[in-house]
């Protein structure tokens, strides 16, 4: 079993135990911006099944309680400062379009919302696959070319390489091993999200991070490919 699967599997045993005890979840309060205990806000359960709920009024402003059972299970220990510093790191090159840019500062606001609602993180998670998407029919100018053709063609004019991601350990022999084979697991990681699931997780930093580095790529300086279609279509142009 997968130290996510554990994490999954404990994470909801200790939110089924924190709910249901008696003296109410932590009963402990929020400081500041950390925790130190926390109310289980926002969650219930069901016949064994968490269930998120609308948040009340009066915890609008509080930290999902979930962080801190990450934290205790991982070591980790996150804060709403690490999380905005984290996100604010994460830039796009100059060259990406506005339209683009727009949405992917929306992507980062939604991921500074996952401190107080934990459940956001797979609709950011969602959401950078459907920005990598839409940057692609964005740089082909193709509204209907499916993902995977436009992977593939990416590939092929080098706008992608598995060098342009920081989490992936290029192959001297085959630089382009990784985004071959997202050519059909991005595609299929994007319906499982679009299909909905009850995995909760702190992924939104790292979704982010490979949803930048691929817009990046799409559109940093010209590639060969696009420097020879260049020159090829001045060299047809009747003299």
Same mark, same amino acid.
């Given at each position: 079993?997968?130290?996510y699967i554990r994490c999954q599997n404990k994470l909801?045993?200790?939110v089924n135990e924190k709910v249901h005890n008696k003296a109410g979840g932590y009963g402990g309060k929020v400081v500041g911006t950390s925790f130190q205990s926390a109310p289980a806000c926002g969650v219930m359960v069901s016949r064994n099944v968490t269930m998120e709920e609308f948040k009340k009024f009066e915890e609008i402003n509080h930290p999902d309680v979930r962080h801190a059972l990450i934290d205790q299970i @991982?070591?980790?220990? *996150? @804060?709403?400062?690490s *999380?905005?510093?984290a996100l604010e790191k994460i830039k796009l090159i100059d060259e990406v379009p506005p339209e683009i840019k727009s949405q992917f500062n929306v992507?980062?606001?939604l991921a500074i919302y996952t401190w107080h609602s934990y459940s956001l993180d797979p609709v950011v998670q969602l959401k950078t696959y459907i920005l990598i998407e839409h940057a692609l029919k964005v740089k082909f100018e193709k509204n209907t070319w499916p993902l995977p053709k436009m992977i593939k063609k990416a590939i092929n004019r080098g706008w992608v390489k598995d060098s342009g991601f920081s989490h992936v350990v290029e192959d001297p022999g085959d630089p382009a091993k990784y985004v071959r084979e997202m050519v059909e697991i991005l595609p299929g990681l994007r319906n499982m999200a679009a299909h909905g699931s009850d995995d909760l997780h702190q992924k939104a930093v790292g979704h982010i991070q490979i949803c930048s580095e691929w817009i990046n790529q799409i559109f940093s300086?010209?590639?060969?490919?696009?420097?020879?279609?260049?020159?090829d279509a001045v060299n047809s142009v009747p003299s």
């Open positions: 079993m997968s130290i909801k045993s200790i @991982t070591g980790t220990a *996150l @804060t709403l400062e *999380l905005y510093e992507t980062k606001n300086q010209e590639s060969e490919y696009d420097k020879s279609s260049k020159r």
